[in-house]
């Protein structure tokens, strides 16, 4: 299954190929203006060749999205081995913050709202579609699991003074880095200011005792 070779980066040349050109194609013309003639034709393949691979459109979509979720969770792999929960916690914000800022463009588009009707007649009750929909949940979930697990070892050492739970606080800088940064129109230029903006705010709203103190803006 298209998934597993995707989850276990096992990926034919070809099959790579056509995620990341497809990538391209939702980034510049959203779900509804992509159309798989285009990207076949950019790849120099018959679109009957794309479907082979990837049953439909919506499938395509989805298979891009956890793609991008396992570029993305590559940069996290090494937090966890951080045994210092406070060096983890400030690797883990500016690792999410700069991610979100370099792939925001394409996670625009994954607002169920965003999708439209043409996405959700074509996901229909196919399987395959509903389970690439349950994978991408469940990465959301562990990411989101993780972070949770560091807040709680903060408060435990009482570094966070906030009396929120772990898990809303980990919700709401979730929420906080990426509305932010979709809103944003910055360039690459601004990052690190960025970074030390929402890194000063974060640690303020939740009340943050660290050594580890804000960078200077730049």
Same mark, same amino acid.
């Given at each position: 299954?298209?998934?597993?070779?995707?989850?276990?980066?096992?990926?034919?040349?070809?099959?790579?190929?056509?995620?990341?050109?497809?990538?391209?194609?939702?980034?510049?013309?959203?779900?509804?203006?992509?159309?798989?003639?285009?990207?076949?034709?950019?790849?120099?393949?018959?679109?009957?060749?794309?479907?082979?691979?990837?049953?439909?459109?919506?499938?395509?979509?989805?298979?891009?999205?956890?793609?991008?979720?396992?570029?993305?969770?590559?940069?996290?792999?090494?937090?966890?081995?951080?045994?210092?929960?406070?060096?983890?916690?400030?690797?883990? +914000?500016?690792? $999410?913050? =700069?991610?979100?800022?370099? /792939? !925001?463009?394409?996670?625009?588009?994954?607002? *169920? &709202? %965003?999708?439209?009707?043409?996405?959700?007649?074509?996901?229909?009750?196919?399987?395959?579609?509903?389970?690439?929909?349950?994978?991408?949940?469940?990465?959301?979930?562990?990411? +989101?699991?993780? $972070?949770? =697990?560091?807040?709680?070892? /903060? !408060?435990?050492?009482?570094?966070?003074?906030? *009396? &929120? %739970?772990?898990?809303?606080?980990?919700?709401?800088?979730?929420?906080?880095?990426?509305?932010?940064?979709?809103?944003?129109?910055?360039?690459?230029?601004?990052?690190?200011?960025?970074?030390?903006? $929402?890194?000063?705010?974060?640690?303020?709203?939740?009340?943050?005792?660290?050594?580890?103190?804000?960078? %200077?803006?730049?």
């Amino acid at each position: 299954m298209m998934i597993d070779h995707i989850l276990q980066n096992s990926l034919a040349d070809l099959d790579r190929k056509i995620l990341e050109e497809a990538r391209k194609a939702f980034l510049t013309y959203g779900y509804a203006g992509t159309n798989i003639d285009q990207v076949a034709q950019t790849i120099g393949i018959g679109k009957g060749t794309i479907y082979r691979h990837f049953q439909n459109k919506a499938f395509l979509f989805l298979a891009v999205v956890i793609y991008t979720y396992q570029e993305m969770i590559a940069h996290f792999q090494p937090i966890p081995q951080m045994a210092d929960p406070e060096e983890a916690f400030h690797a883990y +914000l500016k690792t $999410l913050i =700069q991610l979100n800022y370099t /792939l !925001k463009p394409f996670f625009s588009l994954l607002n *169920p &709202l %965003e999708f439209g009707r043409e996405f959700q007649h074509e996901c229909g009750n196919n399987p395959q579609i509903s389970a690439l929909m349950q994978r991408f949940q469940k990465e959301k979930s562990e990411g +989101l699991a993780f $972070l949770t =697990q560091i807040v709680e070892k /903060l !408060k435990q050492k009482q570094a966070i003074k906030s *009396p &929120l %739970e772990a898990s809303k606080i980990a919700k709401m800088i979730f929420a906080l880095v990426n509305n932010y940064l979709r809103d944003e129109n910055l360039d690459p230029s601004s990052l690190q200011k960025t970074t030390n903006d $929402l890194m000063y705010f974060i640690h303020q709203a939740i009340e943050y005792q660290s050594p580890i103190v804000r960078e %200077e803006h730049i």
